[in-house]
């Protein structure tokens, strides 16, 4: 038995614990990622182009925000395809491209920053494979020191880059001592949570074991956290799942909610929290069952059950620990409906005529 | 009886009804979208920051791709709660901003576009009611002229955002009269096979009436028709409808699929045709029912169902037609499933306590 084959699930789960470890330990390289801070500072680019897909796309989301709160800068989760497929000669004279891709293989990533390359445009990869073909091709590289991920469902390479993600802004800024602490504060408290969660997540699990459907909720950087945990929800438990701001949520789709379709809410202390907490009131005045996850979980009325999670040591840091709970719930109601998320089954084919 | 009070999804139909005639109306106000345009070229902007949510986010979707294949420029869905909730000062010196609102009253677009105007940034309302607030602290009105839209799941003023950044985009790269007869032509295609896509999509509706999740999967400009049918499902049919492109489908999310986990596939003439295809033929090996609907829907092997949709005059032209397909669907299967796409129904709440 290898060391990646155990247990249904059983790597998706180590992973997920591994996650304060590999926070702290990125907060230790503070010296690699000022560095290439300096480059962005030094040529005075205006716009991060940020390219990945999946979680990679989902933690570029949190970029938008880290860069932007932190560095004043534009960054932009960039169309690939607009490049790649289409041939697209925009102006990239004020750019800067930041590429994810946990192994560094995506084809048509790797494709996206040899053209930007080519057009003399600075490029940065942050990867898991410091070996791979987008490492190669990258000015300048950001290895993530992850580790091998064996569950297909990514969670370590996940928070992992979202952590790239904000010390890269941070040093951009000038404040990357700071971001470094805090980040370190962010793992000790994380690996203080854990086994609590673990076990509440269990619980709330079982009692979700028969939903097909479920809206994720998020405001600010934690729309970043609600793709997140959408995509793990979808992946792992084949759960129809769709992220949406709290504003999105309360125009239409509020109406489409039901008994057994739950909203998981993301509840940080920030400035986003009265329009996660109308929204959230006015999913639970229309029916909708209600998880509410975060910081600020137990302050939002009409959520039925609330996840507390400490408070980040700074604001910016609460995605690091609001993606835990929505990683837990996917791995055990995984586990409840007899689903694998380190090995997904195969399937069989049936086919509708109308 | 109210104009807007009729049987079960009566406006809802009667709305896509009249989308040829209202693509046909803007293709002949070439003129206002040209007169905007000149002053995007007269300032040189080269980033122009997208803003709506909803229906409207999923037009900027498309807006990415025509302001970039047709005008060079880096058109970006900008996030409103960076700078409505968190006041970033982001520089905005080489931007201009189009805000896309069909009611012209979303709270936070309003207070976004007052912001960036305060700060001396020049801003563009697209919106259906020219007397709103929105296109009153606009500095420039383009105006849908969509009349009143009675259901609540929008549909002709989606069609007339996206017509209306094509538009835009086109005059600013030079090339609005050649887009403005492609657009007629558009118009004019689309009514020919209106009767027969309502008669295809109800047959297809009542053979899909048990799903309860579905993958909408585009790539390109067809993103934003993936975002918008997932919308539309989600809204009228209370289905967990995710949009993904067709890399992100075939990684990962393809091992959800199972046979009532079906897949909606846009499936247009271009060159992500291969990507789509490819996407398409994983799922259908993984055993999943997949609906191809598009100009290239014949050519896509594995697809259980092929709605055929006429070439559009130019590719970017594609989307104003597939998307027809999609709401055809949505109101078939609400009427299948005793849901309204005009009135919504209450809901009941329950409550866990895990």
């Not at 490029?123 to 494979?129: K, L, R, S």
């Not at 470094?180 to 074991?209: I, Y």
């Not at 097909?212 to 600010?220: I, T, W």
Request: negative net charge; charged residues 20%; proline residues 5%.
């Amino acid at each position: 038995v290898s060391a990646s084959a155990g247990a249904s699930g059983e790597a998706y789960l180590r992973e997920i614990r591994e996650q304060p470890e590999l926070l702290a330990r990125l907060a230790d390289r503070g010296g690699e990622f000022a560095s290439v801070a300096a480059e962005i500072r030094r040529h005075g680019w205006r716009t991060i182009r940020m390219v990945g897909h999946g979680s990679s796309d989902n933690a570029a989301t949190y970029g938008v925000y880290s860069f932007g709160l932190l560095a004043g800068l534009t960054a932009l989760r960039d169309s690939i395809s607009l490049s790649v497929y289409y041939g697209a000669e925009i102006d990239l004279s004020d750019s800067c491209v930041l590429a994810l891709s946990q192994s560094g293989r995506t084809p048509d990533v790797v494709e996206y920053v040899e053209r930007a390359r080519r057009r003399g445009t600075f490029t940065i990869a942050v990867t898991n494979d410091a070996d791979s073909p987008l490492a190669a091709y990258a000015d300048a590289v950001l290895a993530l020191g992850a580790g091998e991920e064996h569950a297909v469902a990514a969670t370590k390479t996940y928070t992992a880059q979202v952590a790239a993600l904000l010390l890269l802004s941070a040093h951009v800024g000038g404040d990357g001592a700071r971001y470094g602490d805090a980040l370190h504060a962010t793992a000790a408290a994380l690996r203080d949570v854990l086994p609590g969660l673990e076990q509440r997540l269990t619980a709330v699990a079982a009692a979700l074991a028969d939903i097909d459907r479920m809206l994720v909720l998020g405001r600010g950087p934690e729309f970043a956290t609600a793709r997140e945990v959408a995509l793990k929800l979808l992946e792992t438990c084949r759960i129809g799942a769709m992220a949406l701001t709290a504003t999105d949520l309360a125009h239409g789709p509020v109406a489409a909610l039901d008994p057994l379709f739950p909203v998981w809410a993301i509840a940080p202390s920030d400035a986003s929290l009265p329009a996660v907490s109308e929204a959230v009131a006015r999913a639970s005045a229309a029916g909708a069952t209600v998880i509410a996850s975060g910081a600020a979980a137990e302050r939002l009325a009409g959520a039925s059950v609330a996840i507390a999670l400490p408070d980040a040591p700074l604001p910016l840091l609460s995605p690091l620990v609001s993606i835990v709970p929505g990683q837990l719930l996917a791995g055990a109601l995984a586990h409840a409906r007899g689903l694998d998320p380190d090995h997904p089954r195969g399937l069989q084919k049936v086919t509708i005529v109308p």
